[in-house]
């Protein structure tokens, strides 16, 4: 089946402006995180949603980083009043349960630049 | 915060050499993953080895898990220039919630 499809692949914008980045998650699975990447740099961990329950957002690096989920699909992360410090590769991933022997499948990303 | 620290940050082989990349963690895990990635985008999943686990293979991987030392090494035999990629180890944290903690990658070339 499709894999997890993340839209725009690339976004450039200007500091100050607000941005939301789509992810559409394997059909079926329940858990979905948000990872940032910085260039050269590991992944760091920003957001998991798993079924109805409260997301845990206790990577999210400031308050204008927000997202949202709908049942078990599309997530979207926003960032309001971008920084160039917020210049990454966002990645989202979904697993079948989200438990911690899970397998995440990643989508491709979406290159944020702000200018 | 980097859970998993690879070594090393960069490694050259020529086609044919075996690679191996080591990771090491300082709390105590469920379980450790290893990730691939091309050219800075999506990750792919390789191998996942378990807190009682000692040693996995699957195809030319072979993974070894050392809990006493906190590290894990992974081992591609016979490379080949599609080796390569960044790799990545990620830590599941006993206790903690279901995300993953990644390292710094080791970024491999594979020489032709």
Not at chain 1, 41 to 63: C, H, R, V
Not at chain 1, 70 to 75: N, Y
């Amino acid at each position: 089946g499709a894999g997890v499809s993340q839209s725009p692949s690339n976004k450039v914008t200007e500091k100050g402006k607000d941005v939301e980045l789509r992810c559409d998650p394997i059909s079926g699975h329940t858990a979905l995180y948000w990872y940032r990447q910085r260039l050269g740099q590991g992944l760091e961990f920003l957001i998991y949603f798993q079924g109805n329950s409260a997301p845990d957002k206790s990577g999210l690096p400031s308050d204008r980083f927000s997202a949202e989920r709908t049942g078990e699909s599309v997530s979207t992360l926003t960032i309001q009043r971008t920084q160039q410090e917020d210049s990454a590769v966002y990645l989202c991933a979904s697993a079948r349960s989200g438990g911690s022997h899970d397998t995440q499948y990643f989508g491709p990303g979406t290159r944020l630049t702000v200018l | 915060s980097q859970q998993g620290e690879e070594d090393p940050q960069a490694l050259s082989i020529q086609e044919g050499e075996n690679a191996t990349m080591n990771c090491s963690y300082k709390t105590s895990i469920n379980n450790l993953q290893w990730y691939r990635q091309n050219s800075g985008r999506g990750l792919v999943h390789l191998i996942l080895i378990r807190s009682n686990e000692r040693e996995k293979h699957s195809g030319r991987l072979r993974v070894t898990l050392d809990t006493s030392k906190k590290s894990s090494s992974l081992l591609i035999t016979a490379s080949r220039a599609a080796d390569t990629a960044s790799y990545f180890c990620a830590t599941a944290t006993q206790g903690g919630s279901e995300k993953l903690v990644f390292g710094k990658g080791t970024k491999l070339t594979v020489n032709p």
